[in-house]
């Protein structure tokens, strides 16, 4: 028996690389925004920390970091024209989630504005598979 725990030592033998390890969230009914009280691993966790990332405003709740959230709410009541609101709407939501290492990149984005809602549609491109947002209400 070693001086260190047995996980140690056994990550140790395997070379010192680390597993990547399944996400894994609490699963969310995206209509009411209210848990289900089911697990959800892989592609559906990746699918609720989108959810939950695109619904958190950055740099407002000390819990998260400054890399997670988004930062939707610089537009609002702002007058800026249509085609610079959806190229910023583009660039807040990429920011926003290409932070997480499970996610390659956002395709198929679309942005539709209604009086004073923005909706988002796109396609995030996951190591688990492709996970598609409609119309998604971010302001």
Request: with cysteine; proline share 3%.
């Amino acid at each position: 028996m070693g001086l260190f725990p047995s996980y140690i030592e056994n990550s140790a033998a395997a070379g010192g690389v680390k597993k990547p390890s399944v996400p894994r969230e609490y699963g969310i009914d995206f209509a009411t925004g209210q848990l289900t009280g089911q697990t959800v691993a892989g592609r559906e966790a990746i699918k609720v920390w989108v959810w939950l990332a695109l619904q958190t405003p950055r740099y407002r709740h000390y819990v998260y970091s400054w890399d997670y959230g988004n930062e939707y709410g610089d537009l609002i009541g702002q007058g800026y024209t249509e085609e610079y609101t959806e190229a910023e709407v583009r660039r807040m939501t990429e920011d926003c989630l290409l932070v997480n290492e499970d996610i390659r990149e956002i395709s198929g984005f679309s942005v539709k504005m209604e009086r004073d809602t923005l909706s988002v549609t796109f396609t995030a491109n996951t190591i688990y598979g492709d996970i598609e947002i409609k119309d998604l209400a971010v302001a």
